[in-house]
């Protein structure tokens, strides 16, 4: 992931951000259309609208003291659950069988990506490697106008979904980081094309990838969301369009694209089964707290 593609998706992410600031200060503010009911209803189910506290929008900060700094704790107090979670679940006894499949399917993979990658043409990756990055940064795009939505319509399933949605990239982003700067993969095109490891020096190696993982993780929750086939299909569609554009674009090797999937699909899911809110969605089976 290059700098110009890592600044639309952070781009992205932060205009639901900044126009939820928008909204809360004024109620009037009108930055993006409202969605079509049609689209808000994938996300909205027959009983998802919950009673706002009094004064929670539009009120004045001398109203509610020290509201935005324990909102803080509870947000960071929470994101470090969720990390602890995230790294300690590969080492639970019940994952174990899951961890020797998953590495011996990797090895299996890596030792096969040389020849994987020769074997490509060399034509139309420019295509490939466009069609990629408009898949995840659209993905970005679509949940973050449905928090938009639901932040203006105080559509609670849908400001959930935008909101697991960012908690979920910010949990992968670091697991993205770590893994970047641990393996240094080299990608197909550089150095002898032989997807050296600890190599490349940077956050723009080639293992896990990037694309791959954040499209995932960003599908997941939408899937999750929502629980509708054709959402799933769309979802997970575009997705597995993502990865296999990294691939044929020549930017990643198939072991790159495939770990980098299945951790974007496991952070997004764990995530959900952690924060959804129980009768929002016929997928969550977390019990009310």
């Given at each position: 992931m290059n700098s110009q593609e890592l600044r639309g998706?952070?781009?992205?992410?932060?205009?639901?951000?900044?126009?939820?600031?928008?909204?809360?200060?004024?109620?009037?503010?009108?930055?993006?259309?409202?969605m079509p009911g049609a689209v808000s209803a994938v996300f909205r189910g027959p009983s998802t609208s919950f009673p706002m506290p009094t004064?929670?929008?539009?009120?004045?900060s001398s109203a509610q003291p020290g509201t935005a700094s324990a909102k803080l704790a509870g947000a960071v107090k929470r994101f470090g659950k969720d990390q602890a979670d995230i790294y300690s679940a590969p080492f639970g006894l019940r994952n174990l069988k899951w961890d020797t499949l998953v590495l011996a399917g990797t090895?299996?993979?890596?030792?096969?990506?040389?020849?994987?990658?020769?074997?490509?043409?060399?034509?139309?990756?420019?295509?490939?490697?466009?069609?990629s990055s408009a898949g995840l940064i659209g993905t970005a795009g679509t949940l973050g106008g449905l928090w938009i939505h639901g932040m203006k319509t105080d559509d609670e399933h849908a400001k959930e979904t935008g909101e697991l949605a960012l908690e979920s990239l910010a949990n992968t982003a670091t697991v993205y980081t770590l893994t970047q700067f641990i393996f240094g993969r080299e990608r197909p095109a550089e150095g002898t094309g032989n997807g050296r490891f600890w190599t490349h020096n940077g956050l723009n190696s080639s293992f896990p990838s990037g694309h791959a993982l954040?499209?995932?993780?960003l599908?997941?929750?939408?899937?999750?969301?929502?629980?509708r086939p054709w959402v799933e299909w769309l979802a997970y569609g575009t997705a597995a369009t993502v990865s296999a554009t990294r691939y044929t674009g020549r930017l990643h090797y198939p072991s790159d694209v495939v770990v980098g999937s299945l951790i974007?699909?496991?952070v997004g899911t764990h995530i959900f089964q952690s924060r959804c809110r129980p009768g929002l969605s016929s997928a969550c089976h977390r019990r009310h707290s």
């Open positions: 998706l952070v781009l992205s992410l932060l205009v639901p951000v900044l126009c939820t600031n928008a909204f809360s200060q004024n109620q009037s503010v009108t930055i993006l259309p409202a004064g929670s929008v539009g009120a004045p090895a299996g993979l890596i030792a096969t990506d040389r020849q994987a990658s020769r074997a490509l043409p060399t034509t139309h990756l420019d295509r490939s490697r466009n069609l954040f499209t995932w993780t599908a997941s929750v939408a899937a999750h969301e929502s629980a974007g699909y496991l």
